[in-house]
């Protein structure tokens, strides 16, 4: 059974940091599209970013050049590290699992295997 665990999300000022982790069980994890999503109160879930089986990794526009997915296949576990963090990153944070080899899409549909969410709260 696939299952995925997020964790490290957490309270934290505007421009700092946070690093998401997103542990696989049941399954190994490179061998599958990894994608995070974000979901604030009244809003859609929207993807975030994501990395393919054959490591090629996307991003939102509105992310682009602050946060970074990267796995670490002894670890089973894939991140999102969060840096210049801004009031409205504040959502529940949820990672999933796709498909793609050289593509990953960021659309919610596309995936299944919901992890549980982290909470990120960008506030001073």
């Known amino acids: 059974q696939l299952q995925l665990v997020e964790s490290g999300g957490g309270l934290v000022q505007p421009g700092g940091s946070l690093r998401l982790s997103c542990a696989a069980s049941?399954?190994?994890?490179?061998?599958?599209?990894i994608g995070w999503f974000r979901q604030a109160p009244g809003k859609e879930r929207e993807g975030v970013s994501c990395?393919?089986?054959?490591?090629?990794?996307y991003y939102v526009d509105s992310v682009k050049g602050r946060f970074t997915i990267s796995r670490d296949a002894t670890k089973n576990t894939v991140y999102l590290q969060m840096n210049s963090l801004k009031p409205e990153d504040t959502a529940v944070y949820y990672c999933?699992?796709?498909?793609?080899?050289?593509?990953?899409?960021?659309?919610?549909?596309?995936?299944?295997?919901w992890g549980q969410g982290t909470q990120v709260t960008v506030s001073s």
């Open positions: 999933a699992v796709g498909q793609g080899t050289y593509y990953c899409s960021l659309t919610p549909s596309e995936y299944q295997s």
């Open positions: 049941g399954f190994t994890l490179p061998y599958y599209t």
């Open positions: 990395i393919s089986s054959g490591a090629r990794t």
